[in-house]
């Protein structure tokens, strides 16, 4: 009869624990999450259970492959058969365990703790400024690093000092915690790091990519309490099923292991890991020059820069962005970041009133033409990347009388995309990209938000790209495993992303264009061809479209006024961004969850379509608009002279 092969991704997130399940076609056939409980222990301090974590990863491992399962049997297909796990996490979040008897010394110090504040400052203070460590690791000293979680563990916490000392600790990021319990805990685990998760440690070489025994020193870390840093893509180990990891309600050993929360998938590779913004760079499929943004809470931007290491000298991050294998070079990244972008949206609901669902905000935005000449700068707690000035404070300038609550919201969302634009600006100027970015590929809630990517595209001048499939850090996860296990090949996995310069050559003259890649199978066969069109300094970049897209002849306009054009797996479902999926207990869902999970019921190649929105106005008529917002910009910084010192009374009147 045979088998379905699949991939799994475990994706350990901040505030959840997910498990996908990918088909050769990188079609999501099941998932399950479960939700991570979150302990505050006092203000500004954010810990996690590294027991709960390893408990909701058994949990979500065992109820999705029940769940895919169910769904092959349910269509008449042969049984799953997993061929390997990829792992993708909360970047930071430091894991201090025992050796020997497999447990935490301490709850895990999640990545946006900042507890370590004074102890950066100091540090800082010991070894020449903020930027001592910069030139080796790409980092600057700061609480948001696992170093100084490491620190001030060794420092507090009397269990892990002596663990330390006597050699029996094991210290590591969340992706190190769970390689271990997957193959064998205490029993024998295996303990290792990738290089993204490695690289965010302020304690890895970038150039060598391995720990740097100075910087090492400065943090009083010694290497044998860390792991063996490895590539994103090979077999790290099997997943080992014995008392050691069997944690679950009930389990003890005594049946043997039949009844082992991980028997179904007992010798199944471990064979990828990333961190989980990097996991979307791969899962986006960017490839050197090309950029992703996570358009949540804030931005998060990740332009991969290939082979060059690029030390940034416009307020952005050096990092990794993958390295697919043992004896492939490393791709570098560069990393930016803006504060408000989501945030905004709920800050004009919560706090002024003007909206009554986040949801509502593009279509009170689309009633209106334009701003009004209204600009919005968000600097509610002053701007990050590439400005870096905590001192700014929000302006929102140019009403008159004709002003309405539709041009201050729209306002507020080409205020995100002005700041990515800002971030994305720098990017270039950093990696010298003469002829700008092929695309941006975006990802995220307010990604969801149809105005809001269009006016990014006009505002970037380059497309920007969408998957129907936005749970890019599974994929990522998944991409990087099968290519280790030979699932995929890479050049199977990177022909079958969207082609920016294709997207929008081809659209009709609305601007948004709505259409499926190839899948991996099939893309391959034309990755050669458009290698050709390759420039710049980049190894894969292609020349991004300027100006207003043009009319198409084999696209089809929808009634909606979205044209759609036919990839080589036919026409993308006709949902908005091509989710046909059913969740667990079989009614329709248009997402692509359910209260736990889902499984797909369409053929198509969901996770190979994407929505495209191509600039539709002149570059001349963005740069007008971005140089506004920039006077707009230094009100900003201007404003900085009102704010009030801290021991600044307020005059109560008397």
């Not at 082979?307 to 990393?335: C, D, M, V, W």
Request: glycine share 10%; charged share 20%; net charge negative.
């Amino acid at each position: 009869m045979g088998f379905t092969d699949c991939i799994a991704a475990l994706d350990q997130g901040t505030q959840s624990t997910r498990v996908f399940l990918f088909d050769k076609d990188c079609n999501p056939l099941a998932s399950h999450q479960v939700d991570l409980p979150q302990i505050y222990p006092q203000a500004g301090w954010c810990e996690h259970d590294p027991l709960e974590i390893w408990r909701t990863v058994l949990e979500c491992l065992s109820k999705a492959w029940e769940l895919g399962q169910q769904q092959m049997a349910a269509s008449g297909r042969p049984p799953l058969r997993m061929l390997g796990l990829g792992i993708t996490n909360q970047r930071e979040t430091t894991v201090v365990w025992s050796r020997t008897t497999g447990r935490p010394l301490h709850n895990a110090i999640v990545w946006l703790d900042t507890r370590t504040s004074d102890l950066c400052g100091r540090l800082a203070e010991q070894h020449g400024g903020r930027d001592a460590f910069r030139g080796i690791t790409g980092l600057p000293i700061s609480p948001y690093f696992s170093a100084t979680k490491y620190l001030w563990l060794y420092d507090h916490v009397p269990e892990v000092r002596a663990a330390v000392d006597c050699g029996d600790a094991a210290v590591g990021t969340v992706d190190s915690w769970l390689i271990w319990q997957l193959t064998g805990g205490a029993g024998g685990g295996v303990h290792v790091t990738d290089v993204t998760n490695a690289s965010r440690t302020l304690l890895m070489d970038l150039d060598s990519l391995d720990w740097h025994p100075p910087t090492l020193a400065a943090f009083r870390c010694p290497r044998e309490v860390l792991p063996r840093i490895v590539s994103n893509a090979e077999v790290y180990g099997t997943i080992t099923a014995n008392r050691h990891n069997g944690h679950r309600e009930g389990y003890n050993g005594r049946n043997g292991d039949q009844d082992h929360p991980l028997a179904a998938f007992e010798g199944v590779p471990i064979a990828g890991s990333l961190g989980d913004q990097m996991a979307a760079v791969l899962g986006q499929r960017c490839r050197p020059g090309e950029a992703k943004n996570t358009y949540g809470t804030g931005c998060f931007m990740l332009l991969n820069t290939g082979g060059r290491r690029i030390a940034s000298t416009h307020g952005l991050l050096t990092t990794l962005a993958f390295k697919l294998g043992p004896g492939q070079p490393a791709n570098y990244a560069l990393e930016g970041s803006v504060a408000v972008a989501g945030l905004g949206v709920s800050w004009l609901r919560d706090n002024l009133g003007l909206i009554g669902s986040a949801g509502e905000s593009g279509e009170l935005a689309a009633s209106v033409k334009d701003t009004g000449g209204v600009y919005f700068v968000p600097a509610f707690s002053g701007l990050l990347a590439p400005r870096w000035r905590a001192d700014a404070r929000g302006v929102l300038i140019g009403m008159t009388s004709f002003t309405t609550r539709a041009h201050v919201v729209r306002a507020m969302l080409e205020a995100i995309c002005f700041q990515s634009r800002e971030v994305l600006d720098a990017m270039r100027q950093d990696a010298g990209l003469q002829g700008g970015l092929a695309a941006l590929r975006v990802d995220g809630g307010a990604a969801a938000n149809d105005l809001l990517m269009q006016l990014q595209a006009d505002l970037l001048q380059v497309p920007v790209l969408r998957p129907a499939f936005r749970e890019t850090t599974s994929l990522g996860a998944a991409l990087a495993a099968g290519l280790a296990v030979g699932f995929w090949s890479e050049e199977e996995i990177f022909a079958s992303a969207a082609s920016p310069a294709a997207a929008c050559s081809a659209a009709a003259s609305p601007r948004r264009l709505q259409t499926a890649a190839a899948s991996p199978r099939a893309a391959a066969a034309g990755a050669a061809a458009e290698s050709e069109a390759v420039k710049g300094p980049f190894a894969a970049v292609a020349a991004a479209p300027a100006g207003p897209v043009q009319e198409a002849e084999e696209a089809t306009t929808a009634p909606s006024g979205r044209a759609r054009a036919e990839g080589e797996n036919g026409d993308c479902p006709a949902s908005t961004d091509g989710n046909n999926v059913s969740n667990n207990n079989g009614s329709s869902s248009s997402n692509g969850t359910g209260s736990n999970g889902y499984s797909l019921s369409s053929s198509n190649s969901v996770a190979n379509s994407f929505t495209a929105f191509c600039p539709s106005i002149s570059a001349a008529a963005a740069g007008k608009r971005y140089a506004r917002w920039h006077k707009a910009v230094e009100r900003a910084l201007d404003l900085a002279d009102l704010a009030a010192d801290s021991d600044e009374e307020e005059d109560d009147g008397r």
